[in-house]
């Protein structure tokens, strides 16, 4: 069964930098993409930031562009979140989630894992 572990949430002061990462356990074969999702209380949920496992390509919302960085680590099965210059509209929960085509249709990611608190204080 495929899984999803989400972990490296936290506190953390504006301009500040967390990693979060989500372990992906399961898979078979490597055509398929991860996600990162938020969704802060009485918003709707937010696609972040996607990577295709097989070719790295990359896809980010606007709102994060040129802070957050989406990477695989092969060795260990698991896709960074690299999150810089945080701001406090950032704070959230992140979720990871995997085998969607676009951050633009949440609802055809098949697996999700839990979610992590990220917040981000002024």
């Known amino acids: 069964d495929v899984q999803l572990q989400a972990s490296g949430g936290g506190s953390v002061q504006a301009g500040g930098s967390l990693r979060l990462s989500c372990v992906a356990s399961g898979f078979t074969r490597d055509d398929y993409s991860i996600a990162w999702f938020r969704q802060a209380p009485g918003k709707e949920r937010e696609g972040v930031a996607h990577?295709?496992?097989?070719?790295?390509?990359?896809e980010y919302a606007d709102s994060v562009k040129g802070r957050f960085t989406v990477a695989y680590d092969n060795a260990k099965n698991t896709i960074y979140l690299e999150m810089n210059s945080l701001k406090p509209e950032d704070t959230a929960v992140y979720s990871c989630a995997a085998d969607g085509s676009t951050l633009r249709i949440p609802n055809k990611y098949v697996y999700w894992g839990q979610g992590t608190q990220v917040t981000v204080s002024s």
């Open positions: 990577i295709v496992i097989r070719d790295g390509a990359t």
